[in-house]
């Protein structure tokens, strides 16, 4: 995709999430992104998942990890590690303590959303949705749990005057008509066409507003995946 984009130092590219957790080893990927500095990376649900279990299983000592046993825990880790987490905890696991330490603190660098203005648009990045969505609530006031989890119900009128970007919803969910295709509706884009489904690799420049696909190399069956 970098190659097909001509990616140069002179861009800015924004990742909306799910970076780790899909693909051989998310963790290599991660510590070669953290030494790029026009690289900006929105948080998904499984960066999230990552930095709290993670550092909870390896990194908080022996005396102080006692909620490792709550029930409450064990179910979110299990849910993890269904969802693609135990390819994560494999590679993270056999990391040195310091190249454990600079993985959890760039995730926690994440954004949990951001404003970018081009010429003609103001766009609103952010991975999922914006749950219990108010147009009184300030968009600092969201936790990342209403961010990476719940979609957007695209019928529902969310900051009408921007684009919104986000990623998290397989496009094929959404257009079964058009699958592996950036999904437009209204002022919403869904850029996420299930790549590791056996989709597609999106990317969106936001000046052109002209669309990038790389075919996946999984060799997965979206339908075998749900």
Not at 137 to 156: A, G, I, K, N
Not at 195 to 205: I, P, T, Y
Request: some cysteine; glycine content about 6%; proline content about 4%.
């Amino acid at each position: 995709m970098l190659k097909k984009i001509n990616y140069t130092q002179e861009d800015t590219l924004y990742i909306l999430g799910d970076i780790i957790d899909r693909g051989k080893d998310g963790i290599a990927l991660l510590k070669e992104l953290m030494f790029m500095d026009n690289v900006i990376p929105i948080l998904g649900n499984h960066e999230l998942y990552a930095y709290t279990l993670l550092e909870k299983l390896y990194l908080i000592e022996e005396e102080y990890r006692s909620d490792l046993m709550d029930p409450s825990f064990l179910k979110e880790l299990e849910y993890w590690m269904m969802d693609g987490g135990d390819v994560t905890i494999e590679s993270f696991k056999k990391l040195d303590k310091e190249s454990k330490c600079m993985i959890i603190e760039y995730l926690k660098e994440f954004l949990l959303w951001d404003i970018v203005e081009t010429k003609n648009t103001t766009f609103l990045l952010v991975h999922a949705g914006l749950s219990n969505f108010s147009p009184e609530r300030s968009l600092d006031s969201y936790t990342p749990e209403e961010l990476v989890y719940e979609r957007f119900d695209y019928e529902q009128p969310f900051f009408p005057e921007w684009t919104i970007i986000s990623g998290h919803t397989p496009t094929m969910l959404l257009q079964p008509e058009r699958p592996a295709k950036i999904f437009k509706y209204k002022n919403h884009r869904v850029i996420d066409c299930g790549c590791v489904f056996g989709g597609r690799l999106a990317c969106l420049c936001l000046d052109t507003m002209e669309e990038y696909y790389v075919d996946s190399m999984q060799g997965k069956n979206f339908e075998e995946i749900l």
